[in-house]
């Protein structure tokens, strides 16, 4: 089972086991937000793109200029030392601390210099790859609320295993939010059955999802799933 809960109060605020997570100072939180695409002040729009292991933020701002659109507004932390947590994402939460929740802050933290440029959380549209797309997508399970959607490629809920309970035990749902989880059935990282877990747990968060497992592709990111995510930032800007 696993140990921390995160959950949201009415003014937005996050919390984990109790404690605020706007107050989490770990080994993220003094590391760089980069940015591409439209300025935040003129964006209509954010993404918020979370790298995987040994990449970069400056990295994958490359994947977000494949799916970016005019208006919208792209957004990368930077993990310490390139790696948000240092165990596999099925290992017990515990041996992934601080940088599980340091991570979760740095997601937060992106979030939130897109709300205060005036952009609402419904137009946040959160993409991940490997590590991040497993740090992302228990970002919105854990702290659910209408999010732009939530495009996990190659990742899956981090845990030795999944608890449904445990994450039902949160105030909030995701309200419809678009989700798009994309990987290969023999990913040497991700397991599929992990994969499909987690679009369980999203679905009884009434998430929106799609689920396309790709026979033989490895680990990696395909054309397939870049139109897919192209899709999502393109129903951002035309609410």
């Keep these: 089972m696993q140990e921390s809960v995160v959950s949201s109060d009415a003014h937005g605020a996050s919390s984990m086991s109790g404690v605020d997570i706007d107050a989490v100072d770990g080994p993220h939180q003094s590391q760089p937000l ?3 695409g439209t300025p935040l002040e003129t964006a209509e729009a954010a993404v918020v793109l979370v790298h995987g292991r040994g990449a970069t933020a400056r990295g994958i701002l490359g994947l977000g200029n494949e799916i970016h659109r005019e208006g919208v507004a792209l957004l990368a932390p930077q993990a310490n030392r390139h790696t948000w947590y240092p165990n596999s994402f ?5 041996t992934n601390e601080p940088g599980r929740t340091s991570g979760l802050r740095a997601i937060a ?6 709300t205060e440029a005036g952009i609402p959380t419904d137009r946040v549209l959160l993409v991940g790859f490997s590590q991040g ?3 992302a997508s228990e970002f919105v399970s854990r702290i659910p609320r209408r999010y732009g959607g939530l495009a996990a490629l190659s990742g899956g809920l981090i845990g030795e295993s999944i608890d449904k309970a445990d994450y039902l035990d949160v105030d909030g749902r995701l309200e419809d939010t678009p989700v798009f989880l994309g990987c290969s059935d023999v990913d ?4 599929e059955e992990r994969v499909h877990e987690t679009a369980t747990i999203l679905e009884s968060l009434d ?8 026979e033989g592709m490895g680990h990696g990111i395909n054309r397939d799933e870049l139109e897919a995510v192209s899709e999502l930032v393109t129903a951002l800007i035309a609410k």
């Excluded at 099925?90 to 515990?94: N, S």
């Excluded at 040497?188 to 397991?191: E, S």
């Design 34 to 36: 980069e940015a591409a």
């Design 90 to 94: 099925l290992a017990p939460v515990e």
């Design 109 to 114: 933290d992106a979030i939130e210099t897109a």
């Design 133 to 135: 797309g497993c740090l």
């Design 188 to 191: 040497p990282h991700i397991p």
């Design 207 to 214: 998430a929106d999802v799609t689920t396309r497992i790709y």
